[in-house]
């Protein structure tokens, strides 16, 4: 069965910068669009970045020039680099995972949460 961990989360203060890993198992991530979400208290949970399966990414405006995502398939992990943090950054953060064949695949890791704070 598949599964997704994330880990990496934390307290970090302002202008920090903290790198999130996604591990799957069970499969191989080399067929699935990737994304980070993230959930703030008493907020929707909202998409803050996609990879695709070629690599291609987009971010959400928030985030742009300060989070990457990338993705290592040989490792089956997808990290996401988060510099210049920011205090409403905080939130879990939530690894995706979909895959379009018959019907939509999609998987959600447990979250890990990061809190930006001095």
């Known amino acids: 069965q598949l599964q997704l961990v994330e880990s990496g989360g934390g307290l970090v203060q302002p202008g920090g910068s903290l790198r999130l890993s996604c591990a799957m198992s069970g499969d191989s991530l080399s067929i699935y669009v990737m994304e980070w979400y993230r959930q703030a208290p008493g907020k929707q949970r909202e998409l803050v970045a996609h990879?695709?399966?070629?690599?291609?990414?987009n971010y959400a405006d928030s985030v742009k020039g300060r989070f990457t995502i990338s993705r290592d398939n040989a490792k089956n992990t997808v990290p996401l680099q988060m510099n210049s943090l920011k205090p409403e950054d905080t939130a879990i953060y939530y690894c995706?995972?979909?895959?379009?064949?018959?019907?939509?695949?999609?998987?959600w890791g447990q979250g890990t949460q990061v809190t930006v704070s001095s």
């Open positions: 995706n995972a979909k895959y379009m064949g018959a019907r939509l695949f999609e998987y």
């Open positions: 990879i695709t399966v070629g690599g291609n990414t």
